[in-house]
Every structure is written in C-alpha cells, then in structure tokens.
C-alpha cells in the first residue's frame, strides 16, 4: 500500500506562485505514475499535470507554462511549481499515484489552492 501527503496550498494572489508538494511512504515501486488533479466547487476532478517513472511529464493546456512537476526521487516527493496563478486555478488539488501495469491507484487527501483577484 502507498499513502500520499499532499502539502503547500493556500492563499495567493492573481500572479502570485506556491509550490506543492506530495510525499509518498509505504510500498513504493519504480513503475509508477504521479499526478496532479484539482477539483473546483460544482465541477469534474480534472488532470493537471503527471510525471513517469523515467521523467516524463505531460501537462493540461490551462496550465502549459506555468506549472511544472518534478520528482525528488531521495525523497520520494513529487513537486508541483505553479507560478503566474490566476482565479480559475483555485481548486482542491490531489495528487494520485498509479502503478503503471496494474489497476491499483490511490490518492491523498487534498490541499486547497485559492487565488484572488
């Protein structure tokens, strides 16, 4: 089993830059996936962006350019730098871990991103 802790959100504003963070403990196997979904009041968890085990990433348009995720593989972290925030980013954002030949996945607990204008 993995557990996932997701922490750095909070209150910004328009312009503004935070930096996520998800810490993974448990069974941590090399094949995996990590990425980050966001879920706003009233409308669908969407893909905001995930990372490989060999370090590739892929991002959603709304947030080409602005985000970036990165893995801190000593410490089992995977980072998510958001700079240039704008309202529409504020959301819950959960980081999910899949592993790549299996059906297992599991998520963390959330960490609210708001921005103001």
């Known amino acids: 089993q993995v557990q996932l802790v997701e922490s750095g959100g909070g209150l910004v504003q328009a312009g503004g830059s935070l930096r996520l963070s998800c810490a993974a403990s448990g069974s941590i196997f090399s094949n995996n996936v990590i990425a980050w979904y966001r879920q706003a009041p009233g409308k669908q968890r969407e893909l905001v962006a995930s990372i490989t085990s060999i370090g590739g990433t892929a991002y959603a348009e709304s947030v080409k350019g602005r985000f970036t995720i990165s893995r801190d593989r000593a410490k089992n972290t995977v980072n998510l730098q958001m700079n240039n925030l704008k309202p529409e980013d504020t959301a819950v954002y959960y980081c999910?871990?899949?592993?790549?030949?299996?059906?297992?996945?599991?998520w963390g607990q959330g960490t609210q991103v708001t921005v103001s204008s």
């Open positions: 999910n871990y899949r592993l790549t030949a299996l059906s297992y996945n599991t």
